[in-house]
């Protein structure tokens, strides 16, 4: 499984970028809105970082403003993924898009029936919400297990993309479950990277060094 980061937050992005094991970088409207930057300036800063595809949403709702949008966006870097909701009109954007070759990362995907329609469509990637099913006192890891299961079945070629992480416990099952990518906030992988035990094993090895050194 890849790791993206959900971020749009160039220092959280670079600090993570840094430790090597990023692969991509998703945005949504309201991680965008909180830079109080330009949207375009912010996805193309996040692209001059990261190599990797970068996915930014369309504002608009209907299929002509989302083809305009679409290509606006998928014109400011090569990486550049474009978002599209899965609804009506989102389907028959996505669909004119893989015809023009521009990869898109369907989203807000709530069922597994949403991502076959998505992928048959043409969507590059597929983003089911688990945590924002999670939120509603279902369980969003069956659902990613479902999507899982139809697109081995089918053949599908659209990657999955475990998004709405919430905590570690949603990446881990994410992995096994044979997700293509997890996208996952700064704060979640900090708390993957953090381990008591691995505290206490840098402090416990440094004490007795210098103990071993001072005697
Ligand atoms: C994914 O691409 C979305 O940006 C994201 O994971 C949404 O997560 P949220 O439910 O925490 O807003």
Redesign the pocket.
Known sequence: MLIFI?SANIEEIKEIHEMGFLSGV???P??VAKEKKGYHQVIRDICAIVDGPV?AEVLSGDYCSMMEEAKILAGLHPNVVV?IPVCSEGLKTVAKLAGLGIKT?A?LVFSANQALLAARAGASYV?P?I??IDDVSHEGINLLADIISIFQQGKIKTQI?S????HPGHVLASSKLGAHIS?I?FNVIKQIIFHPQTEEGIARFKRDWEAAVNN
């Open positions: 959900d998703t945005t949504n309201t991680l996915s978002k990362n989203t983003s919400f945590g924002r993309i998004a709405s992480v919430r996208t906030p």
